[in-house]
C-alpha cells in the first residue's frame, strides 16, 4: 500500500539557519503530496503541495519539490524563525480517488533564537 | 466558531467502558473525516462521510469502532468497550470539497482518549 517515510525527528535548529526535511513515499499512480504542519495547541493545517511531478509547492518561505525520479518531497526553507517550531507531516493522496490522506510520522522541529 | 470544533478535548476511561467523541465541522463543509493519531505516529485514516452517509470506514479498526452523522453536520464517534490500545488523539478534519480536489482539511484540535 501506499506509504509516506519521513526523517526522524526532534530536529533543532537555530535561528535563520537551513531547514531540510526529508521525505520519501511509497504510492502506485500519481498522487498528490502535502506538506502539513502542526502548532503547538493548534490543528493540522495545510502548509503547502504539490500535485504532479516537478510541481513545486510553497508558502511562508516553505518550499518542496515533487521528485518522481527520486519519489521524494523534501521540505526546505532558507532561514528559519523562532516561530517555525512546529511538527511537520508529509502526507500523500491515493491517486486512485480515495478520500484519504496517508501520513508520515511527524518531524518535531524547535528553533533556538 | 470558524473552525471544526471537537469535544472532549480530553477523556479519561476505563477498560470496558463506552466512549462517544464529537466533532463539530466548519460551517458548509460537506465532506468530514476521522483519524487517529497513535503517540509518535502521524494521523491514520478511520472513515470519512460525504453529507449523511459514510462513504469510506475502511479504516476503522474493528467493529467496536463506529461513526455517525445523522444530519450531515455534526459527527460522533463510538467506541465500545475500550480497551488500552485505543489511547490516542482522535481527529477530525472537514472540507468544502472533495480531499482530491484540492487536498486541504480543516483540522480540529483533536480528543485525546485514554483508556485505563
Known amino acids: 500500500g501506499n506509504s509516506v517515510t519521513q526523517m526522524e525527528g526532534p530536529v533543532t535548529l537555530s535561528e535563520e539557519a537551513f531547514l531540510t526535511i526529508n521525505c520519501t513515499y511509497t504510492?502506485?499512480?500519481?498522487?498528490?503530496l502535502f506538506w502539513y504542519v502542526q502548532y503547538p495547541g493548534e490543528g493540522l493545517q495545510l502548509l503547502l503541495k504539490?500535485?504532479?511531478?516537478?510541481d513545486k509547492g510553497s508558502n511562508k518561505g516553505f518550499e518542496a519539490t515533487y521528485r518522481k525520479e527520486t519519489t521524494s518531497f523534501h521540505l526546505e526553507k532558507g532561514s528559519v524563525q523562532v516561530s517555525d517550531s512546529a511538527v511537520y507531516f508529509c502526507?500523500?493522496?491515493?491517486?486512485?480517488?480515495?478520500?484519504?490522506?496517508?501520513f508520515g510520522q511527524g518531524t518535531r522541529l524547535t528553533i533556538n533564537p | 466558531g470558524a473552525g471544526v470544533s471537537q469535544t472532549p478535548s480530553n477523556k479519561v476511561t476505563e477498560k470496558g467502558k463506552y466512549v462517544e467523541l464529537r466533532c463539530d465541522p466548519i460551517?458548509?463543509?460537506?465532506?468530514l473525516y476521522w483519524y487517529r493519531q497513535s503517540l509518535g505516529q502521524g494521523p491514520e485514516f478511520l472513515i470519512y462521510?460525504?453529507?449523511?452517509?459514510?462513504?469510506?470506514d475502511s479504516g476503522l479498526p474493528n467493529d467496536r469502532f463506529f461513526a455517525v452523522r445523522p444530519e450531515g453536520s455534526v459527527s460522533t464517534l463510538k467506541i465500545q468497550r475500550t480497551e488500552r490500545g485505543d489511547s490516542a488523539v482522535y481527529l477530525c478534519?472537514?472540507?468544502?470539497?472533495?480531499?482530491?480536489?484540492?487536498?486541504?482539511?480543516?483540522f480540529g484540535e483533536g480528543s485525546r482518549l485514554t483508556v485505563l
Open positions: 504539490a500535485t504532479k511531478a516537478d
Open positions: 478534519a472537514s472540507s468544502l470539497i472533495l480531499l482530491g480536489s484540492t487536498g486541504e482539511l480543516f
Open positions: 502526507a500523500l493522496s491515493d491517486s486512485e480517488g480515495a478520500q484519504k490522506l496517508v
Open positions: 460551517s458548509g463543509h460537506t465532506a
Open positions: 462521510f460525504q453529507g449523511t452517509g459514510a462513504a469510506d
Open positions: 504510492a502506485t499512480g500519481y498522487p498528490s
